[in-house]
């Protein structure tokens, strides 16, 4: 054989070998349409993927400044969502689960700090999802940053209305809006007293407190009090004795606060200093948390505050939590306390995020969007379930009490109260 045949044969040999790697003419055609499909199931990479899969869930919240304990109660509830759905392998995602983080940035309790940190979490953190800070005035800032970039923010700390009244598209609230905020006490005092005639209203000057007050003096009048003072002192304000020395000319048999956890203390330490003893004292943010009863000790003792939830609610649901029972186990083993309503609320914001990424089937914003505005569900928390313009005006307040055994127990509505309402408010020179 020939030096030239025997090279040409090498070449064809070698030629043959590749197309058999290569399949040669009896390789199957690929799928139509051009998509890879596996019918061995999934590779390495792919496996590694789904392994990696997370959904990341960014806020900003007042871990410092005026609303720091607040916003303390807040970053718990957020936190042990995601400790309890972890535990289960993260939120499902169609036929695949996705672990939970959070991204959380201390917006100092200023709304324009925590719009800047809601818009790096978007741009530079790319997280999945938004959650709201603590506080009305946040939340405005905020919720139109979300709106800017179309990414959804479900909140659960901020009640005015006028967050909702711009047209947004991706902004719910999972918590009953503020001007409702005091009709439980209203109502509570009435089915103790119908012979109660007055009403005062002293309230901090931003907008989910004057939201909360006007819903009340409306209220109160709707049902045939007198509002004999509404009066407003500056956010930050040390001393509002001249507001508590105009409401005691007026002998009111209701006072009632709008405002949050240290105007509420505030208020109720210069009432003692200056005699004001109303029969009831009842405010929309302070008297539930524990940090209230540690300000003041026996001096907490009969004031009632509006809850958005309590540990004593009859709701049952199949999600993590189960009843408000159960959380409030969870909770307290967690952090030492029984769960204010802020922390449960905050919990419940992400509850109605997992129930519209199952129903979305997908972690697309938009997908989510959607499945947020059509959702209807009923959780631990009560009915999350939104209007057009994204708040939740289907679930109602509660009253809970601060009793003279240095409880807190829910005192209104009658079917979930576990105490009754102690009345009237015992005069401080009595004590």
């Known amino acids: ?74 970053k718990n509830g957020y936190e042990l969502y995601v400790e309890e759905i972890n535990k289960q392998d993260g939120i499902p995602v169609g036929d695949k689960k996705c672990m939970v983080e959070l991204k959380i940035y201390d917006d100092e309790s200023n709304a324009d700090r925590s ?28 919720t ?30 999972v918590l009953s809006p503020a001007p409702n905020y005091l009709r439980g006490i209203i109502d509570m005092a009435l089915d103790k007293d119908p012979n ?33 003072y509404f ?8 001393d509002v004795s001249s507001l508590i020395t105009a409401m005691k000319s007026k002998n009111p048999d209701i006072v009632l606060g709008a405002g949050h956890l240290q105007d509420t203390i505030l208020v109720m330490k210069q009432s003692k200093d200056l005699g004001l003893s109303p029969k009831v004292f009842g405010f929309s943010v302070g008297p539930t948390s524990p940090e209230f009863r540690k ?5 907490a003792d009969y004031v009632v505050g509006a809850a958005q939830w309590t540990p004593e609610l009859k709701y049952k649901s199949d999600d993590i939590f189960g009843t408000p029972q159960h959380f409030t186990e969870l909770y307290k083993a967690k952090y030492g306390e029984i769960p204010p309503y802020q922390a449960a609320e905050s919990a419940a914001a992400l509850i109605a995020y997992q129930k519209a990424i199952e129903a979305a089937g997908s972690l697309d914003k938009d997908k989510v969007r959607d499945a947020l ?5 009923d959780s631990f928390y009560g009915k ?34 576990v105490k009754e309402f102690l009345y009237p408010f015992k005069p401080w020179d009595e004590r």
């Open 144 to 173: 139109a940053i979300a709106e800017k970039y179309k990414v959804p923010m479900v909140e659960a700390n901020g009640a005015a209305t006028k967050i909702f009244n711009r047209g947004f598209k991706y902004s719910f609230a």
């Open 115 to 142: 719009a800047q940190l809601v818009e790096k979490l978007i741009t530079e953190d790319h997280v999945t999802f938004l959650l709201g800070p603590y506080g009305s005035g946040n939340t405005f800032a905020t």
């Open 196 to 228: 109660l005639k007055t009403v005062a209203i002293v309230i901090e000057n931003g907008a989910f407190a004057l939201e909360v007050a006007q819903g009340a003096k409306d209220y109160a009048e709707e049902k045939g009090l007198e509002v004999v």
């Open 1 to 74: 054989m020939s030096k030239r045949v025997l090279v040409l044969l090498v070449v064809l040999l070698v030629a043959a070998m590749a197309l058999a790697a290569c399949g040669g003419s009896q390789a199957t055609p690929a799928p139509s349409g051009g998509e890879e499909q596996s019918t061995s199931g999934t590779t390495e990479e792919q496996a590694s993927t789904e392994e990696a899969c997370k959904v990341v869930f960014g806020a900003a919240v007042s871990l410092t400044g005026k609303y720091a304990k607040e916003g303390e109660y807040v």
């Open 384 to 417: 999350l379930k939104f209007n057009e313009q994204g708040m939740n005006v289907y679930k109602p307040m509660a009253v809970m009490q601060n009793y003279t055994d240095g409880g807190l127990y829910t005192v209104w509505p009658k079917e979930a109260a």
């Open 295 to 299: 300000a003041l000790g026996k001096d």
């Open 373 to 377: 505005a059509a959702l209807d569900y």
């Open 231 to 238: 009066d407003k002192y500056a956010k930050a304000a040390k």
